[in-house]
Structure formats: structure tokens, C-alpha cells
């Protein structure tokens, strides 16, 4: 394997400890759920880089008090877009570096050594009973196709409805694809700073992809896509195939004509949240967009004093907040849910798993329907 560089050494002097990731620029609006809940300077961008630089220099020992600050984070990577530093794009790898020499000193949190347990043990974070290729037997999918739908452990065996949605729209759109032996990407455990079962998982993947001769990975949930299109190349594992996020690829259908839209009598008003490993780590802002645009919606932005596309607020659920700090995750979700309620939409939609579990498990009063954008599109079409 590649070793990757150190970020802590290479990117923490940069950090000119200015606040601006505080805020959103111009608007001196919350940007960073952690902070804003936990109304502290360690639990901010700047204090976690201040923790790894005591950590660094010998200031400060290892001890349990580190742990929240280093670990109730999202990593949704808004204090990003608004640090105004050079090391703007590095202070998500300096966070996770952080994680792991964490993991390494004093063991990962409970919650997340779950993870790498079942993924151990069954291939998956839930410790559901592994299944992807038989999956693809009861679909009657071949060995080899031109597009793999490598489907993601949250859309397989949580949120199923996606991954069903997402074979049902590729069926109509005639796509010769297939569905692989797949194992978990790898995100929850880089995330968590458990590193040890990462080179493996991606190895796996690598040769169950390439095996069948495709030139695409498509992937319903945004954490698989930023982790198979920018990880696996930092750990020198390298896809030999083009790697594209659902919306992305159904994009490319509506316009080719190969899926079309229906009419329906009554146009839904629906609204969108942005994922923050689609949106902030991957730069995808417009193609979910491009989609609702195709279909017979009216489709109603958040506004932008309440966050869209690189001001989104995040849903709450990553960086292992999920599991591990699940009330914080939930009051993270429930500012969302108020954003989009404050649209008058009555739909609702991401284009992460994650995202819509946790806006689902949020919701009170179901006063907006949650969808993933794959399965819009699949009663749309």
C-alpha cells in the first residue's frame, strides 16, 4: 500500500486560528453542528486543530477528556468551505488523522469497535447476514456487465427501499449491470480512526469489480462514493473503472432518453438536502438537481439563510455521530427537518442512505415524506 502522508504534519501549522470556520462567510451563521451544540471552543474545527497540535508538541497527554472533542464530529467538512487558510481542504484529514491516533492510544468509542467487529465477522457494520451476490442471483444479474451497482451496507440492509429502487430504475433503463460480492467500502471505520481492517476491504472490492470487466461503479449512498473515488486511490488501490454517484448516472438517462418521466395529475412540491460527502467532500452539488429539474415536480430550494449546497447544514448522521452520540445526532436532524418544513414541500429528499435514515428517525410528527432521490425517480418513471 501507498502510506499516506501525514496531514497532522503537513497541514496543522497552517491553522491561523481566525474562527471563520465558526460561520458561514458573509451570513455569521452557524456552519459547524458540533460547536453550535456543544458551545465550546474544542468541539470546533479550530479546537480540534489545537488539540492536535498540543498533542504534537507533548502539551497534552492522552486522557478521556480528548475523546468528545476528537470524536463528536460529523466530519461534514463545513468548516472547510469556510476556512479561509490554505489548508482549507485538509483539516477533514487532520480530523480522522487525529481519530486514529486516538483509536491507537486509548481504543475506539464502544459504538464505533462495533463497527469493525461485525464488519469482521458478517462484511457489513450491522452484522446482517452478508447476501450482495445472492441478491444478484434472485435478480438473475450476470457475472459480467458494463456497470457494477455496488449498492453500500446502508442501502442493503437498512434502507433497503433505495436499493430496490435503484435495480427497479436501472431495469427500465435497460443498463447491462450487475451487483458484486461487495464488502463494506471501508468509510465507517476511516471515519472512526479504525484503520486496521481499511486495505483489506478494499482489496476485496477491488477484485470482485474488476472481475467483471466494468467500466462504471455506480453507488447509491454518497460516504461509498467519496470513499471508493478518493480513499481507495490514497491507499493505492485504484479502480480500474469510472466511479459515479446514483445521481449522477440517472442524470445521464433522463437525458439520454434511455428513463423518461410519466405525467402525473398532481404535481408534489418537493425540497433537497444536500449530503455532505456528496456535496462538501465531493463537489456534487448540481446533478441531484439536474434530476429533480427532469421530473413532474415543483421543486422548492431550502433558502440560503438556512443552508443549501456548500452552506448546507448537516443531517447529523456521519463521522460515527450516529452511533455514538445518537440525541445530538437526532437535535442535528431536527434543525434540518425545520429548514425543509420551512419550505411548505411536502417530499423531502436526499441522495445519501444516511441521510435519510436519520432525518426519518428524527422526523416527530411526519409531516414531510422522506425519499432518497433514487426511489423519486423510480415512481416518476
Known amino acids: 500500500m501507498t502510506p499516506v502522508p501525514s496531514a497532522i504534519e503537513e497541514w496543522l501549522h497552517s491553522c491561523i486560528r481566525c474562527g471563520n470556520c465558526k460561520y458561514v462567510f458573509k451570513e455569521y451563521s452557524p456552519s459547524c453542528p458540533s460547536g453550535e451544540s456543544f458551545n465550546f471552543e474544542t468541539y470546533f474545527a479550530s479546537g480540534r486543530l489545537w488539540i492536535a497540535h498540543g498533542i504534537r508538541n507533548g502539551e497534552l497527554d492522552w486522557d478521556s477528556s480528548l475523546i468528545d472533542p476528537i470524536f463528536a464530529c460529523t466530519t461534514c467538512g463545513a468548516c472547510e468551505v469556510q476556512c479561509l487558510a490554505p489548508h482549507r481542504e485538509n483539516i477533514l ?9 486516538a483509536v491507537k492510544e486509548l481504543g475506539p468509542l464502544p ?16 452484522g446482517a447476514p452478508h447476501h450482495s451476490r445472492e441478491l444478484a442471483k434472485a435478480h438473475n444479474l450476470p457475472l459480467s456487465a458494463s456497470v457494477v451497482y ?9 434502507e433497503e427501499e433505495i436499493r430496490d429502487s435503484t435495480i427497479s430504475l436501472l431495469k427500465k433503463a435497460g443498463v447491462d449491470f450487475t451487483i ?42 454518497s460516504g461509498c462514493y467519496r470513499t471508493l473515488a478518493r480513499d481507495y486511490s490514497r491507499m493505492g488501490i485504484k479502480l480500474n473503472a469510472e466511479i459515479m454517484h446514483i445521481s449522477q448516472y440517472i442524470r445521464e438517462l433522463l437525458r439520454s432518453g434511455r428513463l423518461a418521466a410519466h405525467s402525473i395529475p398532481h404535481r408534489i412540491q418537493v425540497t433537497y438536502h444536500d449530503p455532505c460527502h456528496l456535496g462538501r467532500h465531493m463537489n456534487e452539488y ?5 434530476v429533480l429539474q427532469q421530473l413532474p415536480i415543483t421543486f422548492t430550494e431550502i433558502s440560503t439563510e438556512d443552508g443549501i449546497r456548500e452552506n448546507a447544514w448537516c443531517c447529523g448522521a456521519g463521522g ?3 452511533s455514538a452520540y445518537p440525541d445530538w445526532s437526532r437535535e442535528t436532524a431536527r434543525i434540518r427537518l425545520n429548514h425543509a418544513q420551512r419550505t411548505g414541500a411536502g417530499v423531502l429528499v436526499s441522495s445519501c442512505p444516511f441521510c435519510k435514515r436519520v432525518l426519518s428517525d428524527a422526523q416527530e410528527n411526519d409531516s414531510v415524506e422522506i425519499l432518497d432521490l433514487s426511489e423519486l425517480v423510480d415512481r416518476l418513471t
Open 286 to 290: 448540481d446533478a441531484p438537481r439536474d
Open 180 to 221: 458484486v460480492d461487495e464488502y463494506c467500502c471501508g468509510s465507517p471505520l476511516l471515519r472512526t480512526g479504525q484503520l486496521s481492517l481499511t486495505s483489506a476491504l478494499a482489496e476485496h472490492n477491488q477484485k470482485v469489480i474488476e472481475a467483471t470487466g466494468a467500466q462504471r461503479v455506480v453507488t447509491s449512498c
Open 150 to 158: 455496488f449498492i453500500g451496507c446502508t442501502s442493503n440492509y437498512r
Open 320 to 322: 460515527g455521530c450516529k
Open 111 to 126: 459504538e464505533h469497535r462495533k463497527f469493525a467487529e461485525r464488519i469482521g465477522e458478517n462484511h457489513n457494520p450491522y
Open 93 to 101: 484529514e487532520v480530523i480522522e488523522e487525529l481519530r486514529a491516533l
